[in-house]
T-cell receptor
Framework: KAGVTQTPRYLIKTRGQQVTLSCSPI?????VSWYQQTPGQGLQFLFE???????NKGNFPGRFSGRQFSNSRSEMNVSTLELGDSALYLC???????????FGPGTRLLVL | QKEVEQNSGPLSVPEGAIASLNCTYS??????FFWYRQYSGKSPELIMF????GDKEDGRFTAQLNKASQYVSLLIRDSQPSDSATYLC????????????FGSGTQLTVLP
């Protein structure tokens, strides 16, 4: 069974731009969670989607948003990028809410 | 107090020794506990999960959970240089915000 896939794998943007990241979960998994990982802050929860609805949200500003489609694929968007948004963005899928999560390879975003 | 605390290390052990990684959590209602391994530049990879008090063994890995002490640990027997990585403890908290919360990770180095 194919694992979680994320695109793109690497991205370079400039301040003020916006970015959209994509995540395809493991087949049969209905829940998708997003995390931001930086050396200073570690792994921080952004949001979780299940059945196209956001079920949980972390403490991030409104510039960070996401959505989930009917096929469980998910996208996250960051608007008005700041230098501090440079990070590894990880997507994880699980069969159901609060079940074991499996991570994708991540998208490494660099904001210049 | 952090919700999930780990000793950041680095922890160094000689090859063949037992590596002991510890994690404490603050929410007494937490119900599910996970250990992930993350190699440098890679995404977290699930090693084990544990739900009940006691020990759970899988190959060279043993997870130990003590809910009364709010403590979970991971033992790695016969440590190998390939075990050198950052180990992340994660907890699904109880209550309405049942999101997966990660510790900051313990960096383990196994010396040949």
């Amino acid at each position: 069974k194919a694992g979680v896939t994320q695109t793109p794998r690497y991205l370079i943007k400039t301040r003020g731009q916006q970015v959209t990241l994509s995540c395809s979960p493991i087949s049969g998994h209905r829940s998708v969670s997003w995390y931001q990982q930086t050396p200073g802050q570690g792994l921080q929860f952004l949001f979780e989607y299940f059945s196209e609805t956001q079920r949980n949200k972390g403490n991030f500003p409104g510039r960070f948003s996401g959505r989930q489609f009917s096929n469980s694929r998910s996208e996250m968007n960051v608007s008005t990028l700041e230098l501090g948004d440079s990070a590894l963005y990880l997507c994880a899928s699980s069969r159901d809410l609060q079940e074991t999560q499996y991570f994708g390879p991540g998208t490494r975003l660099l904001v210049l | 107090q952090k919700e999930v605390e780990q000793n950041s290390g680095p922890l160094s052990v000689p090859e063949g020794a037992i590596a002991s990684l510890n994690c404490t959590y603050s929410d007494r209602g937490s119900q599910s506990f996970f250990w992930y391994r993350q190699y440098s530049g890679k995404s977290p990879e699930l090693i084990m999960f544990i739900y009940s008090n006691g020990d759970k063994e899988d190959g060279r890995f043993t997870a130990q959970l003590n809910k009364a002490s709010q403590y979970v640990s991971l033992l790695i027997r016969d440590s190998q240089p390939s075990d050198s990585a950052t180990y992340l403890c994660a907890v699904i908290r109880g209550g309405s915000a049942r999101q997966l919360t990660f510790g900051s990770g313990t960096q383990l180095t196994v010396l040949p």
